[in-house]
Nanobody, 123 residues
Framework: QKRLVESGGGLVQPGGSLTLSCEASGFTFDNYALGWFRQAPGQEREGVACISPNSMNLQYSDSVKGRFSITRDNARKMVYLHLTNVKPDDTAVYYC????????????????WGRGTLVTVSS
């Protein structure tokens, strides 16, 4: 059974930093792309970042490019989203996702979602 468990959300001030973690189990971790989506209140779900199995292919949405970074640790079966210079618009529930593909986290390839962790950006 594929399982993804996020942690690390919380309240952060504008301009601050936060790291989200996702622990995976139930599948061969280093065979697939992993990613992060987010959904703000009243907004559509948005793909934020995606990382290939060997960490060579990184993809970011325009809204977070240059501020967020995604990393993974295949030995520990962990994927991380490092948030820096956060803005109030970054407030959302962040979800860890598993793709069935190697180089894409497109909706059509997603096979598993975590329950999400809430990030609130406010002073």
């Amino acid at each position: 059974q594929k399982r993804l468990v996020e942690s690390g959300g919380g309240l952060v001030q504008p301009g601050g930093s936060l790291t989200l973690s996702c622990e995976a189990s139930g599948f061969t971790f280093d065979n697939y792309a992993l990613g992060w989506f987010r959904q703000a209140p009243g907004q559509e779900r948005e793909g934020v970042a995606c990382i290939s199995p060997n960490s060579m292919n990184l993809q970011y949405s325009d809204s977070v490019k240059g501020r967020f970074s995604i990393t993974r640790d295949n030995a520990r079966k962990m994927v991380y989203l490092h948030l820096t210079n956060v803005k109030p618009d970054d407030t959302a529930v962040y979800y860890c996702v598993k793709s069935g593909a190697i180089n894409s986290c497109h909706d059509g390839y997603l096979e598993a979602w975590g329950r999400g962790t809430l990030v609130t950006v406010s002073s």
